[in-house]
């Protein structure tokens, strides 16, 4: 059906921002690296601008940099030799500075994930920053550091523009210094790929006349394209929830596979092949809580995909006593690439938490996706009713959810959302009533004018004052304009 409705007035987004420079001088570096091994949140400009930072300061002089990072983190090192294993992210660099890390277990062999999480999405993005952070102190130990890096992002979200990479490999060339594999491979998938410019930028990587340009161009073409997530209902096994001593039943659920990307497993090094892969998500798993800025700037252009991994941790929030992992969400939705369905599953899973606070995050992510004009209303009401009919989204908790959304000014958004939710509630699954009030509300606050649903329209038939009936003639008279009452607040 098809309804008119004014716009929504919607919170701000929060803006995404250009990473500064790296830091020029020395003191600066050091001090910015030391901040960042000390902190807590590790946010993506401080881990890439200190990568960066350390990579430069040691192509001009390694020996004052060494002993400054000697003062500044002997603490952090008290043993002479430490295995790359044992360490993670600039901790892996700085350490390969002070020659506190043995050469060969810096090698692209050694690069491999912990025994009992090979299916750990989460998991599989920290490979690839392993094989990052190592490749490069690995060219810090040899006698030709790098001059920079290639894949340090242009924006806050990991993303980097195709322009600049061009640019970073032409200066490449002129120097006559080889790229490091990884550093290169996170690179192209960071690369920007929906700029209006992206088929002259194309021609200008191919005619850098090398392999890295010719890669780059191929990448911004069908090379770079997106995997195709396939959904399905699953059963997921209730030893999951045993063994993480997470109360409440495994019920069926959505789930994405994610889709296959050949040249991921077929030009790029090893420790990247998973994520070109097809993979469902895993929900034993760790590393949810430290440092996902840092692991979603892996694939800053493919949130789809992200989505499809995080989806059987956020619906946990939704089916077990655990808070999953719906406080991701918003992050996700601020990154590139297409909002695909997988994304729009994961939120509806997250809308149907079982704590409010799960349920916060969700509503986030609802807002920012459709202040930038990215929200596909009609396909996340679609999953709202799926997950509702399966017994995943519970509509007592949809309802709340959509009353915070609504409250924010997304008024003609949630009543498309919930008008394809609806069919599935009426005319008597508990907590209809609630999801129906909300309907009423958004649909009188945006002025949405249109038929009414047939399932709404028997519901208002009927006879009697409940609290169902009562909505479902709200409704009705909203949808037909048959009164001028304006719509108490949500």
């Not at 929504?8 to 830091?23: K, S, Y």
């Not at 200008?204 to 006349?209: E, T």
């Not at 019920?251 to 991921?264: D, Y």
Request: charged share 20%.
């Amino acid at each position: 059906m098809i309804w008119t409705a004014s716009q929504d007035t919607l919170p701000p987004v929060p803006p995404t921002r250009r990473l500064d420079a790296a830091p020029e001088s020395l003191a600066e570096v050091v001090e910015l690296t030391a901040a960042h091994l000390d902190s807590r949140a590790h946010t993506v400009a401080d881990f890439e601008r200190s990568l960066d930072g350390l990579v430069r300061q040691a192509h001009r002089d390694r020996h004052p940099l060494a002993r400054a990072l000697a003062t500044a983190l002997e603490h952090r090192y008290a043993e002479d030799e430490i295995e790359a294993r044992r360490l993670a992210g600039v901790d892996v660099v700085a350490a390969s500075l002070l020659w506190r890390v043995p050469g060969y277990s810096l090698k692209s062999e050694y690069v491999r994930r912990h025994r009992g999480h090979e299916e750990c999405a989460q998991g599989g993005l920290e490979l690839v920053i392993a094989a990052r952070v190592r490749e490069i102190g690995y060219t810090l130990m040899s006698k030709d550091p790098l001059p920079f890096l290639l894949a340090t992002p242009t924006w806050d979200t990991g993303a980097l523009e195709a322009a600049e990479l061009v640019e970073r490999l032409r200066e490449y060339g002129r120097l006559g210094v080889r790229s490091g594999p990884a550093d290169f491979g996170q690179a192209l998938l960071r690369v920007r790929r929906d700029d209006p410019a992206t088929g002259a930028v194309a021609e200008a990587a191919a005619r850098l006349g090398t392999a890295e340009g010719v890669r780059l161009a191929a990448w911004l073409g069908p090379d770079g394209d997106p995997g195709t997530a396939l959904r399905r209902v699953v059963e997921p096994d209730p030893r999951t929830h045993r063994a993480w001593e997470r109360t409440g039943s495994a019920v069926p659920q959505v789930a994405f596979l994610s889709g296959e990307r050949p040249a991921l497993q077929r030009q790029f090094p090893e420790s990247f092949h998973w994520l070109g892969r097809p993979h469902e998500g895993f929900t034993q798993c760790y590393h949810w809580h430290d440092g996902h800025p840092v692991r979603a700037a892996v694939l800053p252009e493919d949130r789809n995909a992200q989505a499809a991994w995080l989806l059987p941790h956020v619906t946990l929030a939704a089916t077990a006593g655990d808070h999953g992992g719906a406080w991701m969400l918003p992050h996700l939705a601020r990154l590139g690439g297409p909002a695909g369905p997988a994304l729009h599953a994961a939120v509806a899973a997250g809308l149907g938490g079982r704590y409010a606070e799960s349920r916060r995050p969700a509503v986030e992510a609802l807002l920012v996706l459709a202040a930038r004009g990215e929200l596909d209303a009609p396909l996340l009401g679609r999953e709202l009713a799926a997950m509702a009919a399966l017994g995943t989204v519970k509509p007592n908790r949809l309802a709340d959810a959509a009353r915070s959304a609504a409250a924010a000014g997304a008024h003609a958004t949630l009543w498309t959302v919930l008008a394809e939710v609806l069919p599935t509630l009426l005319p008597s699954v508990r907590g209809a009533g609630e999801v129906l009030a909300v309907a009423a509300a958004c649909a009188e606050r945006c002025g949405a004018a249109g038929p009414v649903p047939d399932v709404v329209a028997a519901v208002a038939a009927r006879r009697g004052s409940s609290r169902l009936v009562a909505e479902a003639r709200r409704l009705s008279v909203a949808l037909t304009g048959g009164s001028e009452q304006v719509g108490a607040p949500v």
